[in-house]
C-alpha cells in the first residue's frame, strides 16, 4: 500500500489511524532515513493505544517501554546500536515471547537478531512531505492491511 503524508500532522493521523487495528503481538519495522518521520509514526500508534505523554525517539536508551491499556508496547531505536548481538542485553529474546507490540526504528542494524516483521513502514522524503509504503510480511501485517483499506 502506498500513502502520500503532506506533513507531519498527516504523519501522526495515519499513525493513530493504523495503530487502532494493530493486534496485541505484532512486529513492526519502520525503515527511513533520518528525519522522515518513524518517531512521528510511532506516536500516533502510541496515542491510538492510550499513551498521552511525550514520546521521544529512545536513541540513546535503545528501548522504551509503554505499558498501556491496550496493549503492551516495546519502542527500539537501533540507530546508536554497534553490534546486533547488544539486543540480547535487552532481553529481546524474552520480548518476543510477550503478547507485545515491537515497534522498530532502524531495524537492519539490529539483523539476525530481531524477530522477523509482521509490518513495515517504509518512509522516504518526496517534494511535499512524505511517501509511505506499507508492506505486509506475514498473515497478521496482511489482515492489518486489509482493515485499514476497509476502514478508508
Excluded: C, N
Excluded at 498527516?10 to 519495522?29: D, K, N, S
Excluded at 498473515?139 to 476502514?151: D, I, L, Q, W
Aim: proline share 8%; no cysteine.
Amino acid at each position: 500500500m502506498e500513502i502520500e503524508l503532506p506533513d507531519p500532522d498527516a504523519q501522526l493521523a495515519f499513525g493513530e489511524r493504523i495503530g487502532r487495528l494493530l493486534p496485541r503481538r505484532l512486529v513492526v519495522y519502520l525503515e527511513g532515513d533520518l528525519g522522515t518521520g518513524k518517531t512521528t509514526l510511532v506516536r500516533g500508534v502510541l496515542r491510538a493505544l492510550g499513551h498521552h505523554g511525550a514520546v521521544r525517539s529512545p536513541t540513546y536508551t535503545l528501548m522504551e517501554p509503554y505499558d498501556l491499556p491496550a496493549a503492551r508496547v516495546y519502542h527500539l531505536d537501533l540507530y546508536r546500536l554497534s553490534d546486533p548481538e547488544e539486543l540480547e542485553y535487552l532481553g529481546l529474546r524474552d520480548l518476543s515471547d510477550e503478547d507485545a507490540l515491537l515497534l522498530v526504528e532502524w531495524p537492519e542494524r539490529g539483523a539476525g537478531t530481531l524477530p522477523p516483521p509482521d509490518l513495515i513502514f517504509r518512509i522516504r522524503y518526496q517534494a511535499k512531505g512524505r511517501h509511505l509504503t506499507l508492506d505486509a510480511m506475514t498473515p497478521e501485517g496482511y489482515a492489518v492491511v486489509r482493515s485499514f483499506t476497509a476502514v478508508g
